[in-house]
């Protein structure tokens, strides 16, 4: 299945940007689905991820209390509410596919099943 993010942007800092993340394929609801970041010069990072039924999610500490997961399916989408942006979420932010027993494991590792464009997201100080 491939994924597309979208809602990027740039910010001040303490700022908000909601992202979405479409299938273009299979519906999107038969996924667990993670939310996950690159900035230039570093590792890929996993941030977030929900399970298939919505009903568990998990978040890095780096973004906990900050950023919130969230799926619609009967519009087949993906969202991560970010809140109180700082210069360090500056990054390519991605959505994937993930299993739903293995998500946790998989965001921290950042390892996905399958993942499509991302969307840049920039915060300014």
């Known amino acids: 299945v491939q994924l597309q993010a979208s809602g990027g942007g740039l910010v001040q800092a303490g700022g908000s940007l909601r992202l979405s993340c479409v299938s273009s394929?299979?519906?999107?609801?038969?996924?667990?689905v993670a939310w996950f970041r690159q900035a230039p010069g570093k590792e890929r990072e996993g941030v977030s991820c929900?399970?298939?039924?919505?009903?568990?999610?998990y978040y890095a500490d780096s973004v906990k209390g900050r950023f919130t997961i969230s799926r619609d399916s009967a519009k087949n989408m993906v969202f991560l509410q970010m809140n109180s942006l700082k210069p360090e979420d500056t990054a390519v932010y991605s959505c994937?596919?993930?299993?739903?027993?293995?998500?946790?494991?998989?965001?921290?590792?950042?390892?996905?099943?399958?993942w499509g464009q991302g969307t840049q997201v920039t915060v300014s100080s």
């Open positions: 994937g596919t993930v299993g739903d027993m293995t998500m946790v494991y998989q965001t921290k590792t950042a390892q996905f099943y399958s």
């Open positions: 394929g299979r519906t999107v609801s038969r996924y667990a």
């Open positions: 929900i399970s298939s039924s919505g009903g568990t999610t």
